[in-house]
């Protein structure tokens, strides 16, 4: 019986290594799985975005208030024909087909989301719908959910799985999807929309390097969502600012701690600093935020350093700040600023380009700091990339945070993983400037009827479908008892209108209405 088993997982890996660089048969066989990792990364927004300029002027706010205060452009948004199930649908099939993957060679997948519709049924069984037709039904996961560290903690399960002895040699498929929406007010503008859809394996060109996590969890009410009939949050938005910042400290600091005894093991007394990651992503709720993130950390290695130089370098002219106290600097403007200021090269060098998708379409929670990622990634070629360690800080509020670092692989040769992996994203700007403006006033209907409507059995969305992406899921219908049905706009508009509409646990194809 072992050795049938055996053979059935070396035959099931053999069979996928073709169709991807990162599963091999090599891999499967040792000890302990080579450089575990992000092998695809893609990603999903919204088609229709509101201009957060034209929004200021509507909400009668000044200008540059949300543009540069928060740091925003524009804003992605669904209409009722969109849903936390037809995003991830979305983002799930756009993988899988532009990688040309089998259902089959998927043994785990997990939804990271903090947009509930159902309080028992999971987004990971409505996605296997998408499954059907392969007949695999042998897939682990289910949802989880702490506001926007989700799609990371199902990201780290995922990795935890494939070097685990529960591993079957397939790869696991991680996504992290949400839309978030607040009530009008202050918060409206930092709202967003999106999904992403990560594929884990070995042999990845990003590997997470191995015992190098921070991490921090503390209880706070600084963001929930108690009202079960809405989607909107209940912010103390202050008090989730001092939270962001203090777990960006207690996770920089038990890292360092980690990387450092790491490298003591190795012979090396050298201490870490900012300048040993070669990127840094971060959640980022808007982008003013991680800006004053970056400068924060750069707080942290000068309070850290034991003889810091003010006269020349980075740390010039900050003498003064030698004897802060973290804890009492989270709204002091003085030190933000001449950290801010301090920090700007290194931000434009490591952390700028990475928030192409925050700026151009907001926050979408789980996937915010993957969207960052996915950034990063689309603007830098594999050269640029190779060899590199990415810093990723992921949060969630109530609160969870972990800073971690991925490792990219010396192989940047034409062809290689790496090289698909960036030729894969380098369309994101032009996705996103293939997106429809909608005005401020119909972007507000919108969030009207969404409000109005998202809970709703019996009812049919108003939304158009003819301006969503094409091989876009979208929702048809709920019915009298809440069972929500899909189905999927053409890849190819010269195509017959031919959409799979699925509801419940059937998958057909029909003709459009």
Excluded at 27 to 45: C, H, N, Q, R, T
Excluded at 138 to 159: K, P, Q, R
Excluded at 331 to 350: H, I, N, Q
């Amino acid at each position: 019986q072992g050795k049938k088993e055996g053979h059935r997982i070396s035959t099931a890996v053999a069979s996928i290594s073709h169709l991807m660089p990162g599963s091999a048969p090599v891999s499967y066989l040792g000890p302990w799985p080579k450089d575990v990792g992000i092998i695809a990364l893609e990603l999903y927004f919204p088609s229709q975005y509101v201009d957060q300029t034209e929004l200021e002027e509507f909400d009668g706010v000044p200008t540059g208030k949300y543009t540069v205060g928060l740091g925003q452009a524009r804003m992605g948004f669904c209409s009722d024909r969109e849903d936390i199930n037809s995003l991830c649908l979305t983002v799930v099939q756009r993988l899988m087909e532009k990688n040309a993957l089998s259902y089959n060679s998927i043994g785990r997948l997990e939804v990271g989301t903090e947009t509930i519709i159902d309080k028992s049924k999971s987004v990971k069984t409505a996605l296997m719908q998408l499954f059907e037709n392969s007949g695999n039904t042998d897939v682990e996961g289910i949802d989880t959910t702490n506001a926007c560290y989700g799609g990371t903690a199902a990201l780290f399960n995922a990795v935890n799985w494939v070097e685990s002895s529960s591993w079957d040699g397939r790869y696991a498929l991680v996504v992290a999807g949400d839309i978030a929406v607040y009530a009008t007010g202050s918060a409206r503008p930092t709202g967003g929309a999106g999904a992403v859809a990560i594929l884990i394996g070995p042999n990845a060109p990003l590997a997470f390097e191995r015992g190098l996590r921070g991490t921090h969890m503390q209880h706070a009410y600084d963001f929930y969502k108690p009202d079960m009939v809405s989607e909107y949050p209940v912010v103390d938005g202050k008090l989730s600012i001092q939270c962001y910042l203090s777990a960006l400290d207690r996770c920089y600091s038990v890292y360092r701690n980690k990387i450092h005894a790491q490298w003591q093991r190795e012979g090396s007394d050298k201490s870490f600093s900012l300048e040993d990651f070669g990127f840094l992503v971060f959640h980022s709720p808007y982008c003013k935020l991680v800006q004053k993130s970056l400068a924060r950390l750069m707080l942290n290695d000068f309070l850290n350093h034991p003889s810091p130089n003010t006269e020349t370098g980075p740390f010039t002219g900050l003498e003064a700040f030698r004897d802060v106290q973290p804890e009492d600097t989270y709204f002091d403007r003085d030190v933000e600023k001449a950290f801010m200021k301090a920090s700007t090269d290194m931000f434009e060098r490591k952390t700028k380009a990475s928030l192409l998708i925050s700026n151009q379409n907001g926050n979408m929670y789980t996937p915010s700091v993957y969207g960052c990622l996915a950034s990063l990634i689309a603007q830098h070629t594999p050269s640029q990339m190779a060899g590199q360690r990415i810093g990723v800080f992921s949060y969630g509020s109530g609160f969870a945070a972990t800073l971690y670092s991925l490792r990219v692989t010396q192989d940047h040769i034409p062809g290689s993983s790496l090289d698909k992996l960036v030729l894969s994203l380098s369309d994101l700007k032009t996705r996103l400037d293939s997106r429809k403006k909608v005005s401020p006033a119909l972007f507000s209907e919108n969030m009207k009827l969404r409000e109005d409507t998202h809970h709703l059995a019996n009812y049919v969305p108003q939304g158009s479908v003819e301006d969503l992406f094409p091989g876009t899921w979208y929702l048809t219908r709920v019915d009298d008892k809440h069972r929500r049905e899909y189905a999927r706009r053409p890849l190819d508009d010269d195509l017959p209108a031919e959409s799979e509409r699925v509801r419940s646990s059937s998958a057909t194809e029909v003709q459009e209405e």
